[in-house]
Each structure stands twice: as structure tokens, then as C-alpha cells.
């Protein structure tokens, strides 16, 4: 009998059983929290994706999710099926059906055929597809934040935990920044005040959709999805475009959305994802001195 890799008996009888042996796939990244297998199964084409707690316990990344928005991941696996399917009733874009799920453990989901995205690639339909996905995301108004299956923290938590966030992970890489620069930047964390929270992934890139046809058409990485402040993921959004694809991105946002002020947050949450390694940069200045905004 073909076994699932990684996976216990026990874990395999809520698998469909698989036709041949899975194939593995890749890693991308060095710090990936999973690994992939491409699994054919009698119901279909299947990707497995198992937690690889080494990578996950030394992600600065999931430091930050856990400490600011209490994801607790990876154990908050347990919920991915169910929000997967309010994530599909929200966005313009497929959202992969979860077979099967574990906490801490593993996810069984959906294979998409579509294809992955390359920068050189984007298209204006693309950038204007990913501001219809985000601006409906952002309709999604709630006045409590946190994990996105139970959102609870209160708006008076969110610069508390801010400034706590920031300052945690600024310790764990203290060579960086400068003394001057994380006083400045913890004391503006305490004055930012946040209303309405919405869906957000605090680890938005390019490579978590799938296009086809010069579209997107699917994303298929939920594990970082969050009820937060618009305006975080507004700031990363900032790295991703190009200044030509920030007006694209603006004209269709608005449609479902305003365009808030960036103003006073933009320093506090620059250094929180920058902290976070949302994109691998590892010079600070460079970071901050990025010119392109909303």
C-alpha cells in the first residue's frame, strides 16, 4: 500500500488513498514552515503540506503573528478548513478546498493547475485583480482583531501590542537598529488607533496567487490570514508594486474601499514587517527609505 509521507496510519484513514507514490516538491525558501508533496490520489489531485517545526520555531515571521495577533500557529491549523470556505465567499479569486487537516500536524488540500506567478510577468489585470481580492477583503469590517476564526482582541489592544511586538522581536535582532531609531519608533506605536479591523495576510506576496492566462486565478497559502488593521497590509502592498501599478492598484481599490492616510503609521509598520522578514530584508535604511506609497 502507498503511504502519505510523514503521516501516521492513524492520520492517513482521513486521506483519500493515493493511486502511486507522492512526489516531492521543492522547498523555495529556507525558512519554509512546510514541506510539499504533489499527491495522486483516487479523489484527485492532492498537495500535503507538513509543518516543519524547526523552521517554524526559528521564523521571526510567526515569532510576530503569534506574539501581535495570538494565531497560534501552527495549531490554528485546525480552523484552515473553515476558513477557507469564508475566505471563498469573500474573494473574486478560487480558494483551494481543504480534504483534510490536523493541528500542528498537516494540511490536505486541492491541487490547482493554474500557474504560478513571475514578477516580470504581472500584468495590469493582474494588479487590478489583486486590488478587486483586497478590496472586498477589506469590506469584511469587524471591531475586534486576532486570529482570523476568532477574533477578540479590542482596538485598545492594538497599539498596546504594537509596541510590546516590536519591541520583542528588535531584541531578538538587536544589531539592525539603531537605539534612536526603536525609541522613535515604539513611542509612534503607542499613538496609532485602529477602528475597524478587516481580513489580512501580514505575508502577502506575488507567489502566494496562482494566474492563468496573464489572470490571477487562485491564492492558495491561507495559513497567515488575520482580522487587522487595513492599513498593514496598505504598507506592505507598498513593496510589492511598482509605481505604475500602485495607480492601477488605486483606481479598482477604491471602488470597494478609501484609500486611508498612511501618514502615521506607515514608520511603526515599515519596522514591524521589516522585523517580521516579510521579504528578506535584512538592511533597515534601505527598508525605510522605500519611496513608492499609497
Same mark, same amino acid.
Given at each position: 500500500?502507498?503511504?502519505?509521507?510523514?503521516?501516521?496510519?492513524?492520520?492517513?484513514?482521513?486521506?483519500?488513498?493515493?493511486?502511486?507514490?507522492?512526489?516531492?516538491?521543492?522547498?523555495?525558501?529556507?525558512?519554509?514552515?512546510?514541506?510539499?508533496?504533489?499527491?495522486?490520489?483516487?479523489?484527485?489531485?492532492?498537495?500535503?503540506?507538513?509543518?516543519?517545526?524547526?523552521?517554524?520555531?526559528?521564523?521571526?515571521?510567526w515569532?510576530?503573528?503569534?506574539?501581535?495577533?495570538?494565531a497560534?500557529?501552527?495549531a490554528?491549523?485546525?480552523?484552515?478548513? *473553515? $476558513?477557507?470556505?469564508? @475566505? /471563498?465567499?469573500?474573494?473574486?479569486? !478560487?480558494?483551494? %478546498?481543504?480534504? =483534510?487537516?490536523? *493541528? $500542528?500536524?498537516?494540511? @490536505? /488540500?486541492?491541487?490547482?493547475?493554474? !500557474?504560478?506567478? %513571475?514578477?516580470? =510577468?504581472?500584468?495590469?489585470?493582474?494588479?487590478?485583480?489583486?486590488?478587486?481580492?483586497?478590496?472586498?477583503?477589506?469590506q469584511?469590517?469587524?471591531?475586534t482583531w486576532?486570529?482570523?476564526?476568532?477574533?477578540?482582541?479590542?482596538?485598545?489592544?492594538?497599539?498596546?501590542?504594537?509596541?510590546?511586538?516590536?519591541?520583542?522581536?528588535?531584541?531578538?535582532?538587536?544589531?539592525l537598529?539603531?537605539?534612536d531609531m526603536?525609541?522613535?519608533?515604539?513611542?509612534e506605536?503607542?499613538?496609532?488607533?485602529?477602528?475597524d479591523?478587516?481580513?489580512?495576510?501580514?505575508?502577502?506576496?506575488w507567489?502566494?496567487?496562482?494566474?492563468?492566462?496573464?489572470?490571477?486565478?487562485?491564492?492558495?497559502?491561507?495559513?497567515?490570514?488575520?482580522?487587522?488593521?487595513?492599513?498593514?497590509?496598505?504598507?506592505?502592498?507598498?513593496?510589492?508594486?511598482?509605481?505604475?501599478q500602485?495607480?492601477?492598484?488605486?483606481?479598482?481599490?477604491?471602488?470597494?474601499?478609501?484609500?486611508?492616510?498612511?501618514?502615521?503609521?506607515?514608520?511603526?509598520?515599515?519596522?514591524?514587517?521589516?522585523?517580521?522578514?516579510?521579504?528578506?530584508?535584512?538592511?533597515?535604511?534601505?527598508?525605510?527609505?522605500?519611496?513608492?506609497?499609497?
Amino acid at each position: 500500500m502507498v503511504s502519505y509521507p510523514l503521516l501516521s496510519q492513524q492520520q492517513q484513514r482521513q486521506c483519500p488513498k493515493l493511486k502511486k507514490t507522492a512526489k516531492k516538491l521543492p522547498v523555495l525558501f529556507a525558512d519554509s514552515t512546510h514541506q510539499l508533496w504533489q499527491c495522486d490520489s483516487v479523489d484527485g489531485l492532492l498537495i500535503l503540506k507538513v509543518c516543519n517545526h524547526s523552521s517554524i520555531q526559528g521564523s521571526s515571521f510567526w515569532k510576530g503573528m503569534n506574539k501581535l495577533f495570538k494565531a497560534d500557529f501552527p495549531a490554528n491549523l485546525l480552523h484552515l478548513a *473553515a $476558513n477557507s470556505d469564508q @475566505l /471563498a465567499v469573500i474573494s473574486p479569486l !478560487e480558494i483551494p %478546498e481543504i480534504i =483534510s487537516v490536523e *493541528a $500542528n500536524r498537516f494540511v @490536505l /488540500a486541492r491541487w490547482l493547475y493554474d !500557474e504560478p506567478i %513571475e514578477l516580470e =510577468s504581472i500584468t495590469d489585470e493582474m494588479v487590478s485583480q489583486l486590488a478587486s481580492h483586497i478590496g472586498k477583503c477589506h469590506q469584511q469590517t469587524k471591531k475586534t482583531w486576532g486570529a482570523f476564526h476568532h477574533p477578540v482582541l479590542s482596538a485598545e489592544q492594538w497599539p498596546m501590542l504594537l509596541h510590546e511586538t516590536i519591541m520583542t522581536l528588535a531584541q531578538n535582532a538587536p544589531k539592525l537598529i539603531s537605539d534612536d531609531m526603536l525609541k522613535m519608533t515604539l513611542q509612534e506605536s503607542q499613538t496609532i488607533q485602529a477602528a475597524d479591523f478587516v481580513p489580512i495576510m501580514p505575508d502577502l506576496r506575488w507567489d502566494q496567487f496562482l494566474q492563468k492566462n496573464g489572470r490571477l486565478s487562485a491564492l492558495v497559502d491561507l495559513d497567515a490570514f488575520v482580522y487587522g488593521p487595513r492599513e498593514l497590509e496598505l504598507v506592505l502592498l507598498e513593496y510589492l508594486l511598482t509605481s505604475r501599478q500602485i495607480e492601477i492598484f488605486k483606481k479598482q481599490y477604491g471602488q470597494y474601499v478609501k484609500i486611508p492616510d498612511l501618514t502615521v503609521v506607515r514608520r511603526p509598520y515599515r519596522v514591524l514587517l521589516f522585523f517580521m522578514n516579510v521579504l528578506g530584508e535584512q538592511n533597515l535604511d534601505k527598508w525605510l527609505n522605500r519611496d513608492i506609497s499609497l
